[in-house]
């Protein structure tokens, strides 16, 4: 596994958030660490800045120019969670370059990890949201795009909708964005319905959850939903909006995973690469609040990419995977 990080991610401090807090970064490397003594191979690739034409694929001018200006003046306020210091942008590009670097390691060949904060999938084309400045995924998805990938699989497990990323690429057919969250739940975005428009019509996936489900309930998602599509997709890339707020102990999810289900779905996801012949996955860091968890399910994501897939098949009779199939069917025959 490749990794990607930088020190500099714990300096961004956001005082309107409780919980998304500096201790994530040390917490999250902690994770790396725990799966590299037990025997996974791990690697520190340098990690670099996003440049201004990276970003600049997914977010507008006048945003970037804010979010700079803001920090260069020592902070300031953005959304009603959300606030910038003076290090701030820096750690915001730094994690969108973090999730670059990922891109290049995984389609080198290497399954890679953008471990970094603050987390990006709220963050849209010119707003911040929810925790999140740039949208590294949405960066990470354009940049492999501009080396040359045809399409790409944006995959999201975090407990919340990633509204800022299905809005990026909402009316792009090359983009599928992939996700699975709990609803009704914030930021409120995420309805089955919501399956994309203009030449992005059915390349959006949504499979809303009730409160506390367990791995029950997303085995049957990944395997009555996001794998069939992922499988049909074909994509170039994969890339994964990886977010541990879905763990049993996080303060914020309430859902009823274990740090071993996050394992599970890497190895599950890496497998469904191959088997399109796909370069293995690029995960990006999303949210995760409760420090152990985080540690713990970024170890398991580690160690799963190494691992074999769960045997997971759909039976039926799973409503929220049921409302999702019958949503897709008309634009993927994999799901008919
Ligand atoms: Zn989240």
């Known amino acids: 596994m490749h ?27 902690a994770g790396v660490e725990e799966a590299e003594r037990g025997g996974t191979p791990v690697e520190w690739p340098p990690c670099r800045p996003a440049g201004g034409e990276e970003i600049l694929a997914v977010h507008e001018p006048a945003y970037l120019d804010r979010l700079r200006g803001l920090s260069d003046a020592g902070g300031g306020y953005l959304d009603p969670d959300t606030a910038m210091g003076p290090g701030s942008f820096e750690a915001a590009a730094l994690a969108s370059g973090a999730a670059c670097g990922a891109v290049e390691s995984a389609l080198g060949g290497e399954p890679s990890l953008a471990a970094i904060r603050p987390p990006g999938h709220h963050a849209g084309a010119g707003y911040a949201m929810g925790f999140c400045l740039l949208n590294h995924a949405a960066v990470a998805a354009a940049y492999a795009r501009s080396l040359g990938v045809e ?39 995420g309805r089955v319905g919501e399956t994309g428009e203009g030449e992005g019509r059915g390349f959006t996936a949504n499979v809303p959850l009730p409160a506390r489900s367990g791995e029950d309930v997303y085995a049957a998602v990944f395997a009555g939903v996001l794998v069939p599509m992922l499988r049909e997709f074909d994509p170039g890339l994969v890339v994964v909006s990886a977010g541990y707020d879905a763990h049993a102990a ?15 779905f890497a190895a599950l ?68």
């Open 3 to 29: 990794v990607y990080s930088d020190p500099a991610l714990e300096r961004h401090v956001n005082d309107l958030s409780g919980v998304e807090n500096p201790e994530r970064f040390p917490a999250a490397v």
């Open 151 to 189: 399409r790409v699989a944006v995959l999201d497990w975090d407990v919340h909708h990633g509204n800022g990323t299905q809005d990026v690429f909402y009316a792009d057919g090359a983009v599928l964005y992939l996700s699975t969250h709990r609803s009704p739940f914030y930021p409120g975005t």
């Open 250 to 264: 996080d303060p914020l999810g309430g859902m009823g995973l274990e740090a071993g289900s996050f394992g599970r």
């Open 269 to 336: 996801i890496c497998a469904a690469a191959r088997e399109v012949g796909a370069p293995p996955p690029a995960f990006v860091l999303e949210g995760g609040y409760d420090l152990g968890a985080l540690t713990q399910s970024v170890a398991a994501t580690v160690r799963g990419a190494y691992e074999d897939a769960p045997e997971w098949e759909y039976a039926g009779g799973v409503r929220p995977v049921e409302e999702a199939r019958s949503a897709l069917a008309p634009f993927w025959k994999s799901l008919r």
